[in-house]
């Protein structure tokens, strides 16, 4: 297949969703200061898809962690290990952009262990 009609055939399919099974993405947000954070989530982005974050403001206690809503995908996992970009703006200060790799569970992990009947 030429290099044009592979692109065009792979933007097809993800227009058009996977075979594969939806995946939830977590983004969970830890404050380690001593006051609470205003945290803008501007940016999350990845071969799963540009996500619109819900609340796209989340306020975090000091010493707690806070998550928004879960992310779900319907163009489904082809690895282990995705690059997703992240972008965050404290109240008051500059944009902050991050790469960060998410990996699979199951990869982390290992298989379930099997059970014996």
Same mark, same amino acid.
């Given at each position: 297949?030429?290099?044009?009609?592979?692109?065009? *055939?792979?933007?097809? !399919?993800?227009?058009?969703?996977?075979? @594969?099974?939806?995946?939830?993405?977590? @983004?969970?947000?830890?404050?380690?200061?001593?006051?609470?954070?205003? =945290?803008?989530?501007?940016?999350?982005?990845? *071969?799963?898809?540009?996500?619109?974050? !819900?609340?796209?403001? =989340?306020?975090?206690?000091?010493?707690?962690?806070?998550?928004?809503?879960?992310?779900?995908?319907?163009?489904?996992?082809?690895?282990?290990? =995705?690059?997703? +970009?992240?972008?965050? +703006? +404290?109240?008051?200060?500059?944009?902050?952009?991050?790469?960060?790799?998410?990996?699979? @569970?199951?990869?982390?992990?290992?298989?379930?262990?099997?059970? +014996?009947?």
């Amino acid at each position: 297949m030429e290099p044009e009609q592979a692109f065009a *055939d792979q933007n097809a !399919r993800r227009a058009l969703g996977s075979p @594969l099974p939806p995946v939830t993405t977590r @983004l969970k947000l830890q404050n380690r200061g001593t006051e609470t954070l205003e =945290i803008e989530i501007l940016e999350v982005n990845s *071969d799963l898809g540009n996500f619109a974050v !819900r609340p796209a403001k =989340i306020s975090v206690p000091p010493g707690e962690t806070a998550e928004p809503d879960p992310m779900i995908s319907q163009l489904g996992v082809t690895s282990d290990e =995705i690059p997703v +970009k992240v972008t965050l +703006k +404290k109240a008051g200060g500059a944009a902050q952009s991050q790469i960060v790799t998410v990996i699979s @569970l199951q990869h982390a992990y290992g298989p379930e262990p099997k059970t +014996k009947e």
